[in-house]
């Protein structure tokens, strides 16, 4: 009994207790997340998340429960708009996030949000979306309309302006303050492990060329330079697209019934639009599209009658006739799939290792199978696979080359099949349109052209 009781006796315990009595249904958010002390030796801020629990520095005890409060209401809205995931996968498409700044854009948002209660308070140094809107793009507006109009990726686009540097090395500063330092101290159980997760967090911002301040981003950089990161990315920890997309539905939720609940005592202030939005995961988007075209379909047999037909004796009454019904002659001919591969760009290895698994269990399941078109402005290769064997992983890209998917496909075209994938980055023309549907598969990295024709699914 005592050992379950210290599961949910914490340092934050009180200030959680706060929050439940003065906004029951916004407050109650801190019942759905984790929360953990971080031994009493430890450097770490007085809290902090990776974005699933709450981590509380021996600093936390030392300060006020309507400071606290705020501390724990302000990690609460981190976990619950899904910053720290959020930031990682825009970290994959920009390729070079400054977690600082990022961590800046959050804050502002979350601070803003919470700003207007009186039984919290925030630190003195805790930066306003409207503060840093005037401050740093030099709009005028209302906390409320902030809220209404910016969400983290956005900010984030606008406030970073950081230029490649003429040389030198990266500032530290740029750094995420991973919980190697913060949270990373040997001692019990899984403390110190942490320091070995920290290393492996380490972002392209971290190893990548180092680069200048624009006038934006120095701006933003002073404004918060008495600020401690708190939000602490891992990468390594993130969950399946599907599980991802599940959670941001959920949070989604939550935040939505919460704010509804709690009216004018709500801790969101207003309907942000920084809510998490669920995105359907490519995997199931692409599933959708092929079993639609591939799955098997009875075809009508006018050489037999219908079963209705038979057990009526094809009459309606004792001297009528009924029209004649035809029945269903088993399968339509087996589904074909062709696949055409654009190797004139370059595909991440892992995404493309992710598109073969799912393109071979797919055709596995609906018995479908592949041609295979490898190619750029002409067609280099063609292959034929039965269900389940392909060798996509034996494909090497080039790059530099252009590309026409004119002759790529004429080629899949003349193989009649049921539905084209092209794995691509859809640079290049297409004179062609076949007549079956047609997937654009891009991978995320790339600009997103329209699409000639056909559907668009981004590889993220």
């Not at 984790?34 to 936390?60: I, Q």
């Not at 392209?204 to 002073?222: K, L």
């Not at 490898?374 to 292959?383: L, M, N, S």
Request: charged share 25%; with cysteine.
């Amino acid at each position: 009994m005592a050992e379950t009781l210290a599961l949910h006796v914490h340092r934050g315990t009180r200030a959680v207790q706060r929050m439940v009595e003065f906004a029951p249904s916004t407050g109650g958010l801190a019942l759905w997340v984790h929360h953990r002390d971080l031994p009493a030796d430890s450097s770490a801020p007085a809290a902090s998340t990776d974005g699933h629990t709450v981590f509380y520095g021996s600093a936390f005890e030392k300060i006020p429960v309507a400071q606290q409060a705020g501390l724990v209401a302000h990690e609460v809205l981190h976990i619950a708009l899904r910053h720290a995931q959020r930031g990682v996968e825009l970290n994959r498409r920009v390729g070079d996030l400054d977690w600082r700044l990022y961590n800046a854009c959050a804050d502002a948002i979350v601070n803003s949000a919470l700003g207007h209660l009186a039984w919290l308070q925030l630190p003195a140094s805790a930066i306003r979306l409207e503060t840093l809107l005037s401050a740093v793009l030099g709009l005028a507006c209302s906390a409320e309309t902030a809220l209404l109009e910016w969400d983290v990726e956005r900010l984030y686009r606008e406030i970073d302006d950081r230029r490649p540097a003429r040389g030198g090395a990266e500032r530290a500063g740029d750094r995420p303050s991973g919980r190697s330092g913060a949270h990373g101290q040997a001692g019990q159980g899984g403390e110190a492990g942490q320091t070995g997760q920290a290393e492996g967090r380490r972002t392209a911002s971290e190893t990548g060329s180092a680069r200048e301040d624009g006038p934006r981003s120095a701006r933003t950089r002073a404004l918060t330079a008495g600020m401690r990161a708190d939000l602490i990315p891992d990468a390594s920890s993130l969950d399946p697209p599907e599980d991802q997309a599940e959670q941001a539905r959920e949070w989604s939720e939550r935040l939505t019934r919460a704010h509804a609940g709690d009216g004018a005592l709500s801790m969101l202030r207003a309907l942000l639009a920084d809510l998490p939005r669920p995105r359907t995961p490519w995997e199931q988007a692409l599933r959708t599209h092929l079993a639609h075209s591939l799955a098997r379909r009875p075809s009508l047999s006018w050489s037999r009658p219908s079963r209705s037909y038979l057990a009526n004796q094809g009459r309606a009454g004792p001297h009528r006739r009924m029209p004649w019904e035809p029945g269903t002659g088993g399968t339509s001919p087996v589904a074909r799939l062709a696949l055409v591969v654009d190797v004139s760009g370059s595909i991440d290895d892992a995404m493309l290792e992710r598109f073969a698994v799912e393109i071979e269990a797919i055709s596995r399941r609906l018995e479908a199978p592949l041609t295979l078109i490898v190619g750029d402005d002409r067609v280099r290769r063609v292959a034929h696979f039965e269900p389940g064997r392909s060798d996509l992983r034996e494909i090497e890209f080039g790059g530099g080359a252009g590309t026409d998917f004119t002759p790529l496909l004429e080629e899949a075209q003349r193989h009649r099949p049921d539905i084209v994938v092209v794995l691509t980055d859809l640079l290049g023309p297409a004179r062609l349109r076949p007549r079956c549907p047609v997937v654009w598969a891009v991978p995320e990295a790339w600009p997103m052209p329209l699409a000639p024709f056909g559907r668009l699914l981004v590889l993220h």
